[in-house]
Structures are given as structure tokens and as C-alpha cells.
């Protein structure tokens, strides 16, 4: 896909990126340059609401814990940092549109390693004092993009973050200096002396929804709040997994100014691999092993020629699935009237389709096209057992989930929301101990799913 995106033009390259509902190259290129960025993109205002509500019964069920420093607040048991959190702010953190863009900052393999709700009471909201994240963080070599998600409007008047322009390109730690101010969410900032060589501190204005992203080197803090207004945010930790949690290298206690414990805090893989090979990951609670997803997995481009040829092939062989939706079957057939696969030879899989979908290896030598019109949808099943042990699901159009369920145990279901130009791939347990379904929508759907056959 890099090779299509070097001779894009200009326009065609905005119109796929605001597709995909990612960065632009501006708004990457300003992030490396100042150190922090407020994306265009925005989380939906009925989700922020919910977690407005989440954080009510967070603050009531932690009544001895100040709502700043409300750490590790995406674990739902009292841990050893003593904060009763919520699996809503887990799922916060596996929003596609955060991990979208931190993606395209630290690269594919990400690691989510904490989150802390920075909740100021009007009035009396504690001041964070002017410092360097990586001060307080045993990650080695040191990388940490913190996604700054607003559920309240953050402002000047309220406390809202402050962040210090292009303090982070020098990649080093600024010295600090440790504060006995009570009235302080953390004990370390930084030396004034070292503060007047910067730039002045900008504030980092949000309305709910709208969220900010900062380097671990970056300079900030904020102000406390001082106005009738609550100010409540959620700073989620991503680093890439080619760097160590040094769970060791600081002691558990309340050195920075309240509880952490590094050496039990649970590391979630959140995408990717683990390239360090050292870290050690908690099971995302909700997750089959043997699924994974990629959001905008082809560009705008592909979907444009896909349908092209799908209106302009004659030499499709299309027929009628038994549930009324229209199909195409390549490679070997899956006889509908029968239910059955026949392993008798068909058409291989056009060329066209192999140069669309690269990720398609030749291993897997069966496709299917599935088309859904707003009513039709996919009951219930596993994949035949003729077919082999990987799948690829590429999908387009209408958003519609695509369902899960363990085999024997309907109770315990998933939802997976692939999205538009995105692809889904299954092995493994997913493959053989759960089954899958497509409800019906409300839009024109299509599917091409590739699988290889059994030799025997």
C-alpha cells in the first residue's frame, strides 16, 4: 500500500486519509515537529456521554481516592494500585479512532500499559505542575504516545492541559525537582531554570470528545481549576512494543505522589506483535483467540476498482445463496442447494482479485463474493470443515458488525466492527470453536472472503 500512496496525488491522498477516518500527513508531520497535536477527527458524542456516566460510579465506588489521580482506572477489580475502575475505559482504549492514530505514530505493534482519569472538581481541581512523563515511567528505550480524550469541555478557566511546543526534540530529560506542595496530582516538575530555555507553555483547548496526543518527552501540566466547572479527562499510554516495561526498575509506592505499582500494573498487546519479546500481556478480556482486524486495510482506490469490475465483468459467476443474497464462488464451489463443498475444480481465482488484495496469498486458492442488499444477512455457522485453517474477510459498505459466538455456549458472544475497507482474519479458536454471523443493515454490503481447501 506505501507504493500507491508515493504517487497519490494531493487531493486523492486528503480524500483517502478523511476516509479512513485517520491523520492527514500535515497532522502527522505537526506531531514529530511540536511534540503534540489535537486531531480533526473527534470521538461520537453519545459514546462520551456513557463514559461521563461510567466516571459518576468510578468516583462514588472510590470514595478515599481524589479524582485526579484515579490510576488504572480501565481495570474493573481493586488492584494493588487501589482504584475500582471500568472495562467501558478498556474499551476506550480500543476505540479504532485512538488506536488509528497512534498507529500511524509509534507503528502497528502497540501496547496499552495505562490509563488515568484526571477528573478536577470545580473549585478545588488540584494543579499537575509542569513536567516530563518519563520522569515517573519504567519503559526503556523510553516511547509513550498519551492519548488525551476530554469528557468534559477542558479550557483555560477549568484547568485544561498546557503543553510546551517542540520540547521534546531533544529526546532528553529535562531536570526536575521534587515538590512537598500537597495541592499538587504529581510531586516531580521541572526546574524553572530549565523551563525559561523553552518555548511558552500553549493551552490545549477541548470540547468533549476531542482528544490531544503528546510524546513522552514533551513538556506539560495544567493549571487547577479554580472555576465552577468540572474538568475530567482520560490519558491512555501507548508504547511501542519493541520497547521493555521494566517492571522492576522503580519500587511500587507512592514516590510520584500517590500509588503505582509497575511491577503488577497488567500490559494489554493491543495490536501486533510483542517485538521486544520480553514483555509479559494480560488477556484482553472480550477477545478470541485467532481474530484479528484491521481498519482501513485497502485504500479508497481499491474499493472504486473493485466495484468497477464487479459491474463490468461479464465472466462473474454469480448465483443465488440459499438465503437470497448473491454470491460468486472461485477456486472450489460450496454448493447451496446441497450444503455442501464440492471439491470439483471451478474457475481459479481472477487475477483482478489477486492484484486487489495482495494480503490473499496463494495459499488460500478459494474466494467467495458475497453481496447484501439492506435486508440480507449471514445466520449463524462455521466455515466448512473442507476449508483450511486461515481466513481473510475483507468488507465494504454498510458498517454492519460482524457477530461471534463460542460453539456450545451461545451465551458468550462478540461483536466486531471491521468497518468500511477494513478486513477481518481468523484462525485458530476462532476458526474451530466459534461461529459467526452478519445481521441484516441498512445499506448495499459486499464481502471477499479467501480461504484454502483441505488436501484431504
Known amino acids: 500500500m506505501e507504493s500507491h500512496e508515493a504517487v497519490e496525488e494531493p487531493a486523492r491522498k486528503r480524500a483517502r486519509e478523511e476516509s479512513a477516518g485517520c491523520l492527514s500527513s500535515s497532522e502527522v508531520e505537526k506531531y514529530h515537529r511540536e511534540g503534540w497535536l489535537v486531531p480533526r477527527v473527534t470521538l461520537p458524542s453519545q459514546y462520551v456521554e456513557r463514559l461521563r456516566t461510567c466516571l459518576d460510579h468510578i468516583i462514588k465506588e472510590n470514595p478515599g481516592v481524589r479524582p485526579e489521580r484515579l490510576v488504572s482506572a480501565h481495570l474493573e477489580k481493586h488492584g494493588t494500585e487501589g482504584v475500582k475502575g471500568s472495562k467501558d475505559f478498556l474499551e476506550l482504549a480500543l476505540h479504532p479512532t485512538l488506536l488509528a492514530a497512534v498507529e500511524q505514530l509509534i507503528g502497528h505493534d502497540i501496547c496499552l500499559w495505562g490509563c488515568q482519569i484526571f477528573c478536577k472538581p470545580g473549585g478545588n481541581g488540584m494543579e499537575v505542575p509542569m513536567h516530563q512523563d518519563g520522569h515517573y515511567w519504567p519503559i526503556r528505550p523510553l516511547a509513550t504516545v498519551t492519548a488525551w480524550v ?126 521486544s519479546n520480553r514483555n509479559t500481556y494480560t488477556p484482553l478480556p472480550g477477545r478470541v483467540a485467532g481474530l484479528s482486524q484491521t481498519r482501513s486495510a485497502v485504500l479508497p482506490s481499491t474499493w472504486n476498482s473493485f466495484q468497477r469490475w464487479l459491474h463490468e465483468d461479464a465472466a462473474i459467476p454469480w448465483e443465488t445463496a440459499i438465503e437470497g443474497r448473491r454470491v460468486a464462488q472461485w477456486g472450489v464451489r460450496y454448493d447451496y442447494a446441497r450444503q455442501e463443498v464440492d471439491l470439483s475444480p471451478v474457475v481459479p481465482i481472477p487475477a483482478k482479485l489477486r492484484e486487489l488484495f495482495p494480503e490473499a496469498g496463494p495459499e488460500l486458492t478459494q474466494c467467495i463474493i458475497n453481496e447484501y442488499g439492506a435486508k440480507d444477512g449471514i445466520p449463524w455457522h462455521a466455515d466448512h470443515p473442507a476449508f483450511g485453517p486461515d481466513i481473510l474477510v475483507y468488507c465494504f459498505g454498510d458498517d454492519r458488525p460482524v457477530l461471534f459466538r463460542k460453539i456450545g455456549a451461545e451465551s458468550q458472544q462478540l461483536s466486531v466492527n471491521v468497518g468500511h475497507l477494513g478486513c477481518y482474519r481468523f484462525s485458530g479458536e476462532a476458526r474451530y470453536e466459534w461461529e459467526h454471523s452478519v445481521p441484516v443493515g441498512v445499506a448495499y454490503r459486499v464481502s471477499v472472503t479467501f480461504r484454502s481447501v483441505q488436501s484431504s
Open 150 to 275: 476530554a469528557l468534559d469541555r477542558s479550557d483555560e478557566a477549568n484547568g485544561c492541559l498546557r503543553v510546551v511546543p517542540q520540547s521534546h526534540v531533544a529526546r532528553s530529560q529535562y531536570d526536575h525537582y521534587k515538590s512537598d506542595d500537597q495541592n499538587l496530582v504529581l510531586n516531580q516538575a521541572i526546574k524553572e531554570s530549565e523551563l525559561d530555555k523553552l518555548q511558552p507553555a500553549v493551552d490545549v483547548e477541548l470540547e468533549p470528545g476531542q482528544f490531544s496526543l503528546h510524546d513522552v518527552y514533551t513538556v506539560h501540566g495544567s493549571h487547577a481549576n479554580t472555576s465552577t466547572r468540572r474538568r475530567a479527562g482520560v490519558a491512555l499510554r501507548y508504547m511501542p512494543t519493541a520497547c521493555v516495561f521494566e517492571r522492576h526498575l522503580f519500587e511500587s509506592g507512592a514516590s510520584s505522589g500517590y500509588r503505582v505499582d509497575f511491577a503488577n500494573r497488567p500490559l494489554f498487546l493491543v495490536q501486533g506483535i510483542d517485538k
